[in-house]
């Protein structure tokens, strides 16, 4: 026979046997808990370090005139201009 069968269970059993006591769970540790170290100074610290305060750039104005192209409401190019703004 190839297989075996499949016995039922009731609700709440165990496998592990009744008269032996019940072995330490494996998620428990028997260290004291540690105690964790805040590092919001050194993030801080860090973050600041990334944002390099740099002298706003000096846009200089265009002493030569532009050459501007208007354009009807098809898209299509009317006329040139040339402005110094």
């Avoid at 998620?27 to 808990?33: A, H, I, K, L, Y």
């Avoid at 105690?35 to 002298?55: E, F, G, M």
């Avoid at 030569?64 to 040139?80: A, L, Q, S």
Wanted: proline residues 9%; aromatic residues 6%.
């Amino acid at each position: 026979m190839l297989g075996g069968e499949i016995k039922k269970h009731g609700a709440g059993e165990t496998g592990e046997p009744a008269d032996k006591p019940r072995g330490r769970s494996a998620f428990v540790s028997s260290e004291p808990p540690k105690t964790r170290t805040y590092i919001n100074d050194v993030v801080l610290a860090l973050d600041s370090r990334k944002i390099k305060k740099s002298p706003p750039k000096v846009i200089k104005a265009s002493k030569r005139p532009i050459k501007k192209i208007i354009y009807d409401d098809f898209g299509e190019p009317i006329r040139e201009i040339w402005s110094t703004e």
